[in-house]
């Protein structure tokens, strides 16, 4: 098929996750596909939405939720992104100063060692600085919409935790978040890595928590677009996602790993040694004492498990969650928006050229499987992982009301009983 664009620039943020863009252009995929991509790094994540909605990149490594969170009302200037590919599962984590930590052990010890970590100690902490008058602890995460700040709220909404209203939570860019937390300027992190690692390696503090123990195969990253810009180039869509789906099966090889590191140390992708790189690549990644209930083969994964596949049920979960921490604040047909901004017609199209197997529904329940299980509704059986949530619960796409009335801790600032309604 000839291509509508093949000059491309893309935008990243200098995460571990980038690697499937990085890979897809110093491994030759790109250029397999008929693509002249470069790639353009940037700080923060409203840099990338910023530059995006303004038509000044054609794609962009994106956090999951910032596709769906853009068919809000006016959301970004009332550009929509959509996506036809995940990037990744798994890759966050939870990181606590030294002093936060010691103050958790002395306040709970055994809470502290149990797997998962719960907030159940962090809890007693936040009680102990109130009876003292004391600030409550602060938070960083790197975005409003992005599964970092879902996944800290869930972990301290399972304890009974009100994220709104226990601590507090700022957002700031990936890069700078060990820089803050050596500071004081926040007491616990959540953030993709290296940072977690280097944090660590620098003792400015300790993973806790791997954003894989709150939701199992999480989430992460996306290949972003405007919806304009796909209406208007769809081959060169789809050799796009088709460029970088191949770059994930390559790294899904763990002989591949040590490699990618190596590339991803340069200054002009993460720019760190190579030794911060390698433990997530590795899945040796330190928990504070402990041993993760996550296999580490599967810390990172790029492509195995249908990872690369736009569920809508990720999308349709990350809504659910912005509508209980206050986030939707009008009635909104949350399928509609999930159907908007996920593509899998487009995953599939580029599967289809590849040979790659992929899942034939759009949907599938998650939290519900605690083991691995086969996906048969797709053209080939793929081998799919536990999907558990730290607190037991489970979401059926077709049950988005119930699922939201069973929270005990939320934000809501809209009826439900309207957006059923828009459901019915």
């Not at 939405?49 to 853009?70: N, V």
């Not at 550009?79 to 606590?96: C, M, P």
């Not at 999308?315 to 509508?323: G, P, R």
């Not at 809209?414 to 957006?419: A, D, F, K, P, T």
Request: proline letters at 5%; aromatic letters at 10%.
């Amino acid at each position: 098929m000839r291509l509508e664009k093949n000059q491309l620039l893309i935008g990243f943020v200098p995460l571990i996750d980038s690697a499937p863009l990085v890979a897809a252009k110093e491994k030759g995929f790109f250029e397999k596909h008929g693509l002249n991509v470069e790639l353009e790094r940037h700080q923060s994540w409203s840099q990338i939405r910023d530059k995006l909605a303004a038509g000044a990149l054609d794609a962009a490594h994106m956090l999951a939720p910032m596709a769906p969170a853009s068919w809000l009302d006016n959301a970004y200037g009332g550009e929509r992104f959509v996506t036809g590919l995940s990037l990744n599962l798994n890759g966050n984590a939870i990181t606590v100063s030294e002093e936060l930590y010691r103050q958790m052990v002395e306040a709970d010890p055994e809470a502290m060692f149990e797997r998962p970590t719960s907030a159940r100690a962090l809890k007693k902490v936040i009680a102990n600085r109130l009876k003292a008058g004391q600030e409550t602890i602060n938070i960083g995460t790197v975005f409003p919409f992005s599964s970092h700040n879902y996944a800290v709220r869930y972990w301290l909404g399972a304890e009974g935790l009100n994220p709104d209203r226990d601590v507090r939570m700022v957002v700031a860019p990936p890069p700078y978040m060990v820089e803050h937390l050596k500071e004081g300027k926040i007491d616990a992190f959540c953030v993709g890595e290296p940072w977690n690692t280097l944090a660590e390696c620098d003792s400015v503090g300790r993973a806790i928590v791997r954003s894989a123990e709150i939701w199992r195969h999480m989430p992460e990253k996306v290949l972003g677009v405007r919806q304009e810009w796909a209406d208007e180039f769809p081959e060169t869509h789809v050799a796009l996602v088709a460029s970088v789906l191949e770059a994930a099966a390559w790294l899904d090889k763990r002989r591949n790993r040590l490699e990618i590191a190596e590339i991803l140390s340069r200054n002009d992708y993460i720019g760190l040694q190579t030794k911060a790189l390698l433990p997530s690549l590795a899945g040796i990644g330190a928990l504070a004492n402990r041993k993760s209930i996550i296999e580490a083969s599967d810390y990172l994964i790029f492509h195995r498990y249908a990872a690369n596949f736009p569920w809508r049920s990720h999308a349709l979960w990350f809504l659910t969650q912005m509508a209980r921490w206050g986030q939707i604040v009008s009635p909104v047909d949350l399928h509609e928006i999930a159907q908007g901004a996920y593509l899998p017609e487009i995953y599939r199209a580029a599967a289809g050229r590849l040979g790659v197997a992929y899942p034939t529904i759009d949907e599938k329940p998650e939290g519900a499987e605690e083991h691995a299980w086969m996906l048969s509704e797709a053209t080939t059986p793929i081998a799919m992982p536990s999907s558990r949530f730290v607190d037991g619960f489970s979401f059926n796409p077709d049950a988005v009301i119930s699922y939201l009335e069973g929270f005990k801790r939320h934000n809501l600032r809209i009826s439900l009983r309207e957006i059923a309604d828009l459901h019915s």
